[in-house]
C-alpha cells in the first residue's frame, strides 16, 4: 500500500493566488513526522515545512502553511499569495517511529505547480 | 553554512560501465543518505550512513551498487556495471543525526543517463 499519495500529478495557479497542494498518507504508528519539499528544475529538493504527529497547531513557514487533519490522514500544503518561482515538483514524504535511526523517508509522487502570470 | 556538494552533476555512460558519485555532506551532520530519483518518481532511499557505519542499505542493490563513507564525513556511491535501468538522478542528503525526526537536507544531485 502506498504509504503517501499526491493525487494530483499538476496544479495550475495564478500569480498572487493562494493553492493547496493535497497530501494523505498511510499508517499505524503513533509516532510520524510528514514533511513538503519543493524540486525546481535544477534538481535539488529543498525543504519547506515540518509537521509532527503530535504537534497541536498546524505548522506554519513564511508563506508556507501545512494543514494537519490527522484524523483523515492528510498533510496538505498551503502556498499563499503564489510567486512565479513557486513553479516546481512539490514532494510530501513522511517518516515513521520516533526511534529508530533506519527509519525512512518516504515520499509520494510528487505534484507539478506551475504559476501563471 | 555551506551546503549538500555533489559532483558530477552530469554523468553520461553506456551500460556496463561503471560510474562513481560523490557527495559531501553539511559540516558536522553525522546522518548521510543516498536516493534514487527515477523521472516522474519521488526519491527512494538507497542507503543510509550514521558517521561511518550503514544503518539501512535494504533497497541497495548490492550485486551493482555499493557505497562508502570512509572517516564518517564524505561518500562514495557506485555502480558497477550499469543497467539502462540506473539512469536517474542520484540525491545526496544530510541530517545531524538519525533521531527524531531531523530534517535532510539535500544536495543537488546528479543525473546519470546509462546508453
Known amino acids: 500500500a502506498q504509504k503517501i499519495t499526491q493525487t494530483q500529478p499538476g496544479m495550475f495557479v495564478q500569480e498572487k493566488e493562494a493553492v493547496t497542494l493535497d497530501c494523505t498518507y498511510d499508517?499505524?504508528?503513533?509516532?510520524?513526522?510528514l514533511f513538503w519539499y519543493k524540486q525546481p528544475s535544477s534538481g535539488e529538493m529543498i525543504f519547506l515545512i515540518y509537521?509532527?504527529?503530535?504537534?497541536?497547531q498546524n505548522a506554519t513557514e513564511g508563506r508556507y502553511s501545512l494543514n494537519f487533519q490527522k484524523a483523515r490522514k492528510s498533510a496538505n500544503l498551503v502556498i499563499s499569495a503564489s510567486q512565479l518561482g513557486d513553479s516546481a515538483m512539490y514532494f510530501c514524504?513522511?517518516?515513521?517511529?520516533?526511534?529508530?535511526?533506519?527509519?525512512?523517508?518516504?515520499f509520494g509522487s510528487g505534484t507539478q505547480l506551475t504559476v501563471l502570470p | 553554512e555551506a551546503g549538500v556538494a555533489q559532483s558530477p552533476r552530469y554523468k553520461i555512460i553506456e551500460k556496463r560501465q561503471s560510474v562513481a558519485f560523490w557527495c559531501n555532506p553539511i559540516?558536522?551532520?553525522?546522518?548521510l543518505y543516498w536516493y534514487q530519483q527515477i523521472l516522474g518518481q519521488g526519491p527512494k532511499l538507497l542507503i543510509q550512513?550514521?558517521?561511518?557505519?550503514?544503518?539501512?542499505d535494504s533497497q541497495l542493490p548490492k550485486d551493482r551498487f555499493s557505497a562508502e563513507r570512509l572517516k564518517g564525513v564524505d561518500s562514495t556511491l557506485k555502480i558497477q556495471p550499469a543497467k539502462l535501468e540506473d539512469s536517474a538522478v542520484y540525491l545526496c542528503?544530510?541530517?545531524?543525526?538519525?533521531?527524531?525526526?531531523?530534517?535532510?537536507?539535500f544536495g543537488p544531485g546528479t543525473r546519470l543517463l546509462v546508453l
Open positions: 542528503a544530510s541530517s545531524l543525526s538519525a533521531s527524531g525526526f531531523e530534517t535532510q537536507y
Open positions: 499508517t499505524s504508528d503513533p509516532s510520524y513526522g
Open positions: 509537521q509532527g504527529s503530535y504537534d497541536q
Open positions: 514524504a513522511m517518516r515513521e517511529g520516533f526511534s529508530g535511526s533506519a527509519r525512512q523517508l518516504t
Open positions: 559540516s558536522g551532520h553525522a546522518t
Open positions: 550512513f550514521q558517521n561511518n557505519g550503514v544503518v539501512d
